[in-house]
C-alpha cells in the first residue's frame, strides 16, 4: 500500500482529497497548521490516516515530516488561496505559496521522495486571450496569488528537471460546493436565495469563468495521482464551459422559488475591490485524453446539488 501525503490536509479542498483517498483504501498522512474536531475524529477512526502538524514555512520542520513519513506522492494543496486573500498580505503570500514549495520540495529531495501533484490555478495566466483556453497560454499572472503561484509551479519544473522528481501541476479554476470557506459566488446567491433575501450585485453579469464542482476536482487531481507516467506535466481540471454570472444568477432563480438574485452588466470586482482579469472556460481536452476526466457536474446540475445539500445541512441542524 502507498502512502500519500497531503498538505493543507485539514482544509477545505485537501480535506476532501483526504476522504477520497481514506475512502478508497490508501494510506494517508494528512499535513496541516492544524486541525479541527472533524479531521480529529476521521483519523481516530481509520487506522490508515494519520494528521501531521507542518508548516511549509519552517524548512527544518518539513524535512522531518517528510522523513518521518516517507510518502510515495505529495498532494500539495496548501497555500493562501485567493485573490484577495493574496492582496491583503502580500509577504505572508510569498512566504506560504512560494518559500512553501521551496521548504517542500527541498525536504522531498534530500528524503528521497520524488513525485509531487501540485494544486495550481487559472490565476497564473492572467487575462485570458481567448474565451476557451488550453495549457500552453502564456502565463502573465496580474495578482499576487497568480504571481506565487506562477513561481511555485516554476520552482517544481526547475527541482524535476535537476534532480531526476516528478511535479505535476493541476490547474483549476472557481472550485465551488458546500462549505465554502469565502463569500464567493455561487455560494452567496444560493444563500441568499435559500435565506429569502433579494440579492443585488451591481456589476460583473457579463463576467464568463469556469465554475468547477469540488467532487470534479477532487477526482481530477486523483486521477493525475493514479497515472503513472506523464506525457505532459500540467493539466487543467475544470468543466470546459465558461457561463456568465448573470447565467448563474439565473440558475439559481429557476431553482429556487421566490429567489430574487439579480446581477448588473459590467466588469466584475473581487469584493467590490479588485477588478477581475478577464477570465473565459479551460480546455480540458488534454486531462480528458491523457487522463481520462470526465467532469460530472455542469453548471445547472452542480448549483442543483449545493442548494440540495444547503437544505440538508440546515435540516441537520
Known amino acids: 500500500m502507498k502512502t500519500i501525503l497531503v498538505t493543507g490536509g485539514a482544509g477545505w479542498l485537501g480535506g476532501a482529497i483526504v476522504r477520497k483517498l481514506v475512502g478508497r483504501g490508501d494510506r494517508v ?78 525536504a522531498m529531495r534530500q528524503t528521497g521522495v520524488r513525485r509531487m501533484i501540485h494544486v495550481s490555478t487559472e490565476e497564473t495566466y492572467g487575462d485570458f486571450e481567448r474565451p476557451v ?61 435559500l435565506s429569502g433575501k433579494a440579492f443585488r450585485q451591481a456589476s460583473g453579469g457579463d463576467f464568463a469563468v469556469d465554475q468547477v464542482h469540488i467532487d470534479d476536482t477532487v477526482d481530477g487531481i486523483v486521477l493525475a495521482l493514479d497515472k503513472a507516467d506523464h506525457r505532459f506535466d500540467t493539466y487543467q481540471i475544470a468543466t470546459g464551459e465558461a457561463p456568465t454570472l448573470g447565467d448563474v444568477a439565473d440558475i439559481v432563480n429557476r431553482a429556487v422559488r421566490g429567489a430574487s438574485v439579480t446581477v448588473e452588466a459590467g466588469p466584475y470586482y473581487l469584493d467590490d475591490k479588485i477588478l477581475s482579469v478577464g477570465k473565459g472556460a479551460l480546455n480540458i481536452a488534454r486531462a480528458k485524453a491523457e487522463l481520462g476526466f470526465k467532469p460530472r457536474f455542469p453548471i445547472e446540475r452542480g448549483i442543483r446539488l449545493l442548494i440540495d445539500e444547503a437544505r440538508n445541512s440546515a435540516g441537520r441542524r
Request: proline residues 6%; hydrophobic residues 40%; charged residues 25%.
Open 29 to 106: 498522512v494528512a499535513a496541516d497548521l492544524r486541525f479541527g474536531p472533524q479531521a480529529e475524529a476521521l483519523a481516530a477512526g481509520n487506522a490508515n490516516l494519520v494528521n501531521a502538524t507542518l508548516d511549509l514555512t519552517d524548512g527544518e520542520e518539513a524535512r522531518r515530516v517528510i522523513g518521518e513519513y516517507r510518502p510515495d506522492t505529495v498532494i500539495h494543496c496548501a497555500a493562501i488561496v485567493g485573490v484577495l486573500q493574496c492582496a491583503d498580505a502580500p509577504e505572508l503570500s510569498i512566504r506560504v505559496n512560494v518559500g512553501g514549495m521551496a521548504n517542500l520540495l527541498e
Open 133 to 193: 483556453i488550453d495549457e500552453d497560454h502564456p502565463q502573465r499572472p496580474k495578482s499576487i496569488y497568480g504571481l506565487t503561484k506562477l513561481a511555485a509551479e516554476n520552482l517544481g519544473r526547475t527541482f524535476a528537471r535537476n534532480h531526476e522528481m516528478e511535479c505535476i501541476h493541476v490547474r483549476t479554476c472557481w472550485v465551488y460546493g458546500p462549505d465554502l470557506p469565502r463569500p464567493r459566488m455561487p455560494k452567496t446567491y444560493v444563500d441568499a436565495a
